[in-house]
C-alpha cells in the first residue's frame, strides 16, 4: 500500500556509468517531481511533471533526463555519472500544482565512486 | 527568490521537555507550509500542512502555527520521546509546483 515508491533504495556505480531511478506512486495524484538532497541534507528541486509534460526543470544538467510514461510514473535517467552527483534522490507527488501538500518517497542513495 | 530557514540548526533535550522548532521564509506570499520529518537514512514523512488561510493545525503531540504576515511558523512538541528523534523540516509551497525546503532542525530527545 505504499504511496509513492523508488526503486532501487541504493545505487552505487563507478564514475562514466548510465543508471535509471524508477518511481510510481498510487495516490491518483496528476504531478510527479525529482528532488535533490546533497550532502548537507538540502533538499531542492530537480524537475515536476504535470500529466506526463514537463514543467519545471531546475538548471539541471542535461545528462539527467526524465521521462515520464504516465501520470504514475516518473522516471530519472543519469548519463555519465559524476562523482558529484553522490545525492539522495527523492520522488514525490502531489494533486495539482501541490496546494494540497507533498507526499514522498523515501529516496536512493546515489554513490559515484 | 523564496528562502527557507530553520532554527535552531540542531536540539539535544531530555525526554518530556516540550519544544518549539521555527521556521522563517522570505517571501509571505505562500500557499501553504508542510513540516516533515526524516529519520537517519529515510525519506521524508509529512507531519502536519498548514493552509495559508490557517492560523495552525494539529496532530497528537504536535501544533504547527503560520504567521504568514511575519513569515513565520513554529513546530510545537509537546512531552518530547526518544521516538521523536529525527530531522524535522519545514517547506513553503510558492505556487508553480514549487516547494522550497528549510534547512532542517536535527532533533535528539535522550531517555
Known amino acids: 500500500d505504499t504511496a509513492v515508491s523508488q526503486t532501487p533504495k541504493y545505487l552505487v556505480t563507478q564514475m562514466g556509468n548510465d543508471k535509471s531511478i524508477k518511481c510510481e506512486q498510487n495516490?491518483?495524484?496528476?504531478?510527479m517531481y525529482w528532488y535533490k538532497q546533497d550532502s548537507k541534507k538540502f533538499l531542492k528541486i530537480m524537475f515536476s511533471?504535470?500529466?506526463?509534460?514537463?514543467?519545471i526543470n531546475e538548471t539541471v544538467p542535461n545528462r539527467f533526463s526524465p521521462k515520464s510514461p504516465d501520470k504514475a510514473h516518473l522516471n530519472l535517467h543519469i548519463n555519465s555519472l559524476e562523482l558529484g552527483d553522490s545525492a539522495v534522490y527523492f520522488c514525490?507527488?502531489?494533486?495539482?500544482?501541490?496546494?494540497?501538500?507533498?507526499?514522498f518517497g523515501s529516496g536512493t542513495r546515489l554513490t559515484v565512486v | 527568490k523564496q528562502e527557507v530557514t530553520q532554527i535552531p540548526a540542531a536540539l539535544s533535550v531530555p525526554e518530556g521537555e516540550n519544544l518549539v522548532l521555527n521556521c522563517s521564509f522570505t517571501d509571505s506570499a505562500i500557499y501553504n507550509l508542510q513540516w516533515f520529518r526524516q529519520d537517519p537514512g529515510k525519506g521524508l514523512t509529512s507531519l502536519l500542512l498548514?493552509?495559508?488561510?490557517?492560523r495552525e493545525q494539529t496532530s497528537g503531540r504536535l501544533n504547527a502555527s503560520l504567521d504568514k504576515s511575519s513569515g513565520r511558523s513554529t513546530l510545537y512538541i509537546a512531552a518530547s520521546q526518544p521516538g521523536d528523534s529525527a530531522t524535522y523540516l519545514c517547506a513553503a509551497y510558492t505556487g508553480f509546483q514549487k516547494l522550497v525546503f528549510g534547512t532542517g532542525t536535527r532533533l535528539l530527545v535522550s531517555p
Open positions: 511533471y504535470n500529466n506526463k509534460e514537463l514543467i
Open positions: 498548514i493552509q495559508s488561510s490557517q
Open positions: 514525490a507527488s502531489s494533486e495539482g500544482q501541490g496546494a494540497g501538500g507533498y507526499t
Open positions: 495516490l491518483g495524484h496528476d504531478t
